[in-house]
């Protein structure tokens, strides 16, 4: 079974860091472009940081460049959001997906089919 399950969410204060894993099962996920959603209240779902299979081409949205960074492990079979100096304006579930849209300006998903995200929360 395909499947990608987000966690390591959690309340942060501002400042703090977290890392959020993004744990592949049923495929290779080093074989794909991934990206990191979030949707905060409110708010329609953007993207925040994707990368191409081999990260030769990497996307971030301007409020989070020099702050957030995609890795992949790819013996583990897991990708990894390390997130630093979080604002309250991080606060949002945070997803994961392969099936994304990437280019140099931007990354999308079409589909409306979601996991069941990390939720971070970032408050004193």
């Known amino acids: 079974q395909v499947q990608l399950v987000e966690s390591g969410g959690g309340l942060v204060q501002p400042g703090g860091s977290l890392t959020l894993s993004c744990a592949a099962s049923g495929f290779t996920v080093n074989d794909y472009a991934v990206g990191w959603f979030r949707q905060a209240p409110g708010k329609e779902r953007e993207g925040v940081a994707c990368?191409?299979?081999?990260?030769?081409?990497?996307y971030y949205l301007d409020a989070v460049k020099g702050r957030f960074s995609i890795t992949r492990d790819n013996a583990k079979n897991v990708v990894y959001l390390q997130m630093n100096s979080l604002k309250p304006e991080d606060t949002a579930v945070y997803y994961c997906a392969t099936d994304i849209l990437l280019w140099t300006t931007g990354c999308e998903r079409e589909s409306e089919s979601w996991g069941q995200g990390t939720q971070v929360t970032v408050s004193s």
């Open positions: 990368a191409s299979s081999t990260h030769e081409l990497t």
